[in-house]
């Protein structure tokens, strides 16, 4: 298939009830999102071709350092650049909020978005931690999981010419374009 023009944009108010029309019965992913970003704990950064949400990745501000998590494309979407397009943006936005520095977790058999993670720049770390969560799948099933994921981070100087997205349009939540300085 051929890429489609894909925007990425910060979660807002009105984007919330599109999304969650995508989302299975019960999933209330978006809406926690929503609650968590209303509370400065969270930037959600959705990928939009046209009026459809294809993806999703969340900066989690409460973390320390602060990691991308939760990244998701659709799958009648990947193998198009939303995934790289999320995480361009996700380093644009660190960018313009001064940090220099993006960590992130991925199973440890999932190498499919590992190896998405290491084309961009990232660099394990060797530190592994298991987690167990709940989720709500495509079918709309409650499901509890358990993985192994590693560290990952990638580490750049602001003020040099390799900085991530430095050609990045980033589209702001407010609609306006904003070109990283
Ligand atoms: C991991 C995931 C987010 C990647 O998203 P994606 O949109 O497929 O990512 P991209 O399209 O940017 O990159 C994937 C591959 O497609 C290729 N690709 C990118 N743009 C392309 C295009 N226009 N045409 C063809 N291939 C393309 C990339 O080269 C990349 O290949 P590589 O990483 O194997 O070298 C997605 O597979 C997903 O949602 N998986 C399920 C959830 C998950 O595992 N999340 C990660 C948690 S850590």
Same mark, same amino acid.
């Not at 999320?86 to 960018?95: I, K, Q, R, S, T």
């Given at each position: 298939?051929?890429?489609?023009?894909?925007?990425?944009?910060?979660?807002?108010?009105?984007?919330? +009830?599109?999304?969650?029309?995508?989302?299975?019965?019960?999933?209330?992913?978006?809406?926690?999102?929503?609650?968590?970003?209303?509370?400065?704990?969270?930037?959600?950064?959705?990928?939009?071709?046209?009026?459809?949400?294809?993806?999703?990745?969340?900066? +989690?501000?409460?973390?320390?350092?602060?990691?991308?998590?939760?990244?998701?494309?659709?799958?009648?979407?990947?193998?198009?650049?939303?995934?790289?397009?999320?995480?361009?943006?996700?380093?644009?936005?660190?960018?313009?909020?001064?940090?220099?520095?993006?960590?992130?977790?991925?199973?440890? +058999?999932?190498?499919?978005?590992?190896?998405?993670y290491e084309?961009l720049g990232y660099v394990?770390?060797?530190?592994?931690?298991?987690?167990?969560?709940?989720?709500?799948?495509?079918?709309?099933?409650?499901?509890?999981?358990?993985?192994?994921?590693?560290?990952l981070?990638k580490?750049?100087?602001?003020?040099?010419?390799?900085?991530?997205?430095?050609?990045?349009?980033?589209?702001?939540?407010?609609?306006?374009?904003?070109?990283?300085?």
């Open positions: 298939m051929q890429p489609a023009f894909v925007e990425v944009r910060e979660l807002s108010a009105s984007d919330v +009830d599109r999304i969650e029309a995508d989302e299975p019965a019960g999933k209330g992913f978006v809406r926690e999102m929503w609650r968590l970003q209303m509370l400065g704990r969270s930037m959600l950064l959705v990928a939009w071709v046209g009026d459809v949400p294809v993806g999703s990745g969340q900066l +989690d501000l409460s973390a320390a350092p602060i990691e991308l998590k939760n990244l998701n494309v659709r799958p009648d979407r990947r193998g198009q650049g939303v995934g790289t397009a999320l995480v361009v943006a996700a380093e644009a936005w660190m960018c313009a909020h001064g940090h220099t520095r993006l960590s992130l977790g991925v199973a440890v +058999d999932n190498p499919a978005a590992r190896r998405l084309r394990a770390t060797g530190e592994t931690s298991t987690v167990t969560y709940d989720y709500v799948d495509a079918e709309g099933r409650a499901c509890t999981a358990t993985e192994t994921d590693e560290s981070v580490v750049w100087n602001a003020t040099v010419a390799d900085a991530p997205a430095r050609e990045t349009t980033y589209l702001s939540g407010d609609g306006r374009s904003r070109e990283r300085a």
